[in-house]
């Protein structure tokens, strides 16, 4: 067998348990690639927690193996969706009044998905917020606040009460079980929480605790002489802790940086830190090579937020999907499946 190699993948924020976004890479690698294969190797093969696949390019080319490790984040994100109800009624007027009024808008105009995607979880963030508002003033009401004077009890019974007649609830009710508003408000919460660099009740800010979970995971592989090119494979929110590790790291003639998705585009909009952080890690970040592969059908990942005049490697990805998969985010993995995509992951052709 030829070279070794490595990769460590840094998947999003979605619900998925740890190793579960990884097999979903391993299980495209495996099936949809073409032109190459893509065979696991016994696990034991490979150390700290790493699983070992060859891959066979064209006839002619040498096989080659790569571990592949999962730095995971998602059990970093914060919940506001399963927090108390006062909680949770003062963290979501804080997260529209943050959203709303933001340059985020006007980028959004760059894209027709993007405007459509953007003002679709505007709108069910604002019947979640609905809901959690009528139910905490129906709380008020029931003497959850102590010493509150009667009238405010009351005035606060009868508006929570009318909000929520059964007409209403059932209509919000039917809209949060179709769609996955939790998942989406948790999601914006993170964010949101993750760009101002708020503590947690740790002291350690999200930005902090994302970062230093990559950082480990990059360092323990690049510790490694015998891997000949290590690949940082990077999608969704994932892209967003690479990309910020990477900026301020020194270069590694070893590593390369492959982002799938990226929501930096809209999310550079909202903060000045982070759209800082990405020019720079296109001009003097710590990889000798950084390809981008986004698709328009893609709301959730655009272009990234860069000058053409960079070396940044851009690639389109044209994905045949209706119109609800775009809009409702389903299209978002559809990269794992893509032939050409997952060839870019494995450096094939480079």
Known sequence: MGALEAMV????????????????????????????????????????????????????????????????????????????????????????????????????????????????????????????????????????IEDAPGFVEKWALAVGDGMLGWKVWLTVSLVLAWFPINSLVDLAFFAKRFLTQ??????????????????????????????????????????????????????DDRLRLVTLGSPLRILSARSRWLRAEVLKCAEQGAQVKWIDVHSEQDWMGGSLPLPESTAVESRTLELDAGLGDRLFGRTHDRYFRDSDTLKVALGIGD
Request: no cysteine.
């Open 9 to 144: 993948f840094v998947p999003g924020l979605s619900n998925r348990q740890i190793g579960a976004a990884r097999e979903m890479l391993l299980s495209g690698l495996e099936t949809s690639l073409e032109g190459a294969s893509v065979t696991r190797l016994p696990a034991e093969e490979s150390g700290g927690g790493a699983i070992p696949v060859e891959v066979r390019g064209p006839t002619g080319t040498e096989p080659r193996r790569i571990d592949v490790f999962e730095a995971y984040i998602g059990d970093i994100r914060t919940q506001l969706t399963t927090d108390k109800t006062w909680r949770k009624v003062l963290g979501g007027l804080g997260l529209i009044v943050y959203w709303a009024f933001s340059p985020v808008w006007k980028a959004a105009w760059s894209s027709t998905y993007l405007f459509l995607g953007i003002v679709g979880s505007s709108l069910l963030l604002g019947a979640w917020y609905y809901g959690v508002l009528g139910i905490g003033l129906q709380a008020i009401g029931s003497g959850a």
């Open 198 to 251: 708020r503590p947690s009740d740790e002291g350690v800010s999200l930005r902090d605790a994302s970062r230093n979970r990559v950082r480990d995971a990059l360092d323990a592989v690049l510790a490694h002489p015998e891997y000949s090119r290590v690949t940082l494979l990077a999608h969704s929110f994932g892209t967003v802790v690479a990309v910020d590790l990477l900026a301020d790291r020194e270069r």
